[in-house]
């Protein structure tokens, strides 16, 4: 973490995994404030698909979707919004090697998205607005009524 007293940004490459796939992928390119929560994250990823915020979620860390090597809030499973908005992403990355972070969104549904960032961090911009998305390619994800949205 930066010890100067702004914060610095990840850029976190965000893709659809899991089964839900299908051979059709979407992606992501965003940047986020270190200091910001997985709780944080977990509303920016919701806004960036256009979810309904309507289910439980939870992020794990491991070399694929199926693996779990660390799961992020303690030994409860999924854990709740209090404690997603303790976790700073300053805190859990870098992850160990070899792992992704991964966000499941709705049990019943299992949106995963798969999550990766460059050890690197830079300096935030003070004229930007963050979380800020820079690029995503392929059809978005549709949470009902099908499985994509025209991105």
């Known amino acids: 973490m930066n010890t100067g007293q702004m914060p610095e940004v990840l850029t976190l490459h965000i893709a659809l995994s899991g ?3 299908g051979g059709q992928p979407w992606s ?8 910001a929560t997985l709780g944080e994250l977990h509303h920016t990823i919701q806004k960036l698909v256009k979810f309904d915020d309507d289910h439980l979620f939870e992020f794990y860390a491991g070399r694929n979707w199926r693996q779990r090597k660390v799961e992020f809030g303690g ?7 209090s404690e997603a908005d303790d976790i700073k992403l300053a805190n859990v990355f870098p ?7 991964y966000y499941h969104f709705d049990f019943g549904d299992d949106w995963v998205f ?38």
């Open 28 to 35: 992501a390119v965003m940047e986020i404030p270190e200091d």
């Open 19 to 21: 089964w839900r796939t």
């Open 75 to 81: 030994p409860e499973s999924p854990f709740d919004a």
């Open 95 to 101: 992850l160990p090697k070899s792992c992704k972070l």
């Open 114 to 151: 798969e999550i990766k960032s460059p050890i690197r961090r830079k300096p935030m911009n003070r004229r930007a607005k963050y979380p800020r998305f820079i690029e995503e390619s392929g059809r978005r994800p549709r949470q009902y009524g099908g499985d994509r949205d025209e991105g």
